[in-house]
């Protein structure tokens, strides 16, 4: 990166860079951020490129910016850096990526941002193999940054349940294997039947989408299994139950409190039927 030379810019001057990943959100962390710069000024300068008309392109201070804006502040301390588009966005890739609490599209799309920008300039990142990747960061594996990079092929609701959690990093991956029309299908069976995929279940998409083709019967079927972690479960702690069965294992122990249960069914019809 060239030297930088320090101005004070009018936010009017200031543009998102454009087609960039990270998140900006009105959360508390924004309030905290907008009540320091209420207080104490902006002490992180952002990092800008010039482009056309007098405007700069901000690299990294999205946030900061945000904030400004709604503090009310009219004109930033930036360092300004004379760059191009490719050179940007590898600069603010490598700005934000350290940041803690990244959701899986952030990662995502930043990781294919970066690679196709490295691409632009003659260096191989994706088409030799995992190793070829690992410039892509110095924290992450060229095999992850693969897998966050696959998850761009996700059409944009099954990816944003990945960002809220509700499917796991590892069968999202799986799902991306998926045409469009597959995970629309997909979509609207996990809304119907109010469940998401498991990992077995993204596996058996996957392979059935490339050997044959998803109907949306074949979906249908599979999202319809009962899943290990949906059954409804009711645990008894084992120091509880020891004083009635001492010396049995899990499986006698079940079987016991099953004869039991059974037992005290039983005896309430009784007390019932005696009753009439």
């Known amino acids: 990166m060239n030297k930088a030379k320090a ?31 209420l207080t104490q000024g902006l002490l992180t300068p952002l990092v800008v490129r010039p ?9 990294s201070g999205h946030r900061r910016l945000h904030a400004c ?14 760059m191009n588009r490719d050179e940007a966005t590898i600069a603010l890739v490598d700005s934000n990526l ?23 300039q003659g260096k191989t990142c994706g088409q030799v193999g995992h190793k070829s990747r690992d410039i892509l960061s110095d ?25 809220e959690g509700r499917i796991a990093f590892t069968p999202a991956v799986e799902l991306s294997y ?7 299908e997909l979509l609207e069976q996990m809304e119907i039947q109010d469940c998401t995929p498991s990992l077995s279940q993204a596996c058996r998409l996957k392979k059935l989408s490339r050997e044959e083709g998803l109907s949306s019967e074949m979906i249908s079927l599979i999202m319809g299994e009962e899943k290990a972690n949906q059954r409804e479960m009711f645990k008894v702690p084992m120091e509880r139950l ?5 010396k049995a294992d899990a499986k006698q122990t079940e079987d016991f409190v099953m004869k039991a249960c059974e037992y005290y069914h039983r005896f309430l019809q009784r007390q019932k039927a005696q009753c009439r």
């Open 69 to 82: 804006k709604k503090a009310g502040i009219e004109s930033v301390p930036a360092l300004v850096y004379s």
């Open 7 to 37: 101005e004070y810019l009018n936010i009017s001057q200031l543009q998102p860079f454009e087609g960039h990943p990270f998140q900006v959100k009105e959360d508390e962390e924004m309030e905290q951020l907008i009540w320091s710069i």
């Open 242 to 246: 020891r004083k009635f069965v001492p």
């Open 139 to 163: 924290e992450e594996s060229g095999r992850q940054i693969q897998r966050y990079i696959r998850l761009t092929n996700l059409i944009p609701e099954i990816l944003q349940k990945v960002d």
């Open 98 to 120: 350290h940041r803690e609490k990244l959701l899986p599209s952030e990662k995502a799309w930043a990781y294919k941002l970066k690679m196709e920008a490295l691409s632009h």
């Open 178 to 184: 998926l045409t469009e029309e597959e995970q629309y």
């Open 51 to 59: 482009i056309e008309n007098n405007q700069y392109e901000v690299i």
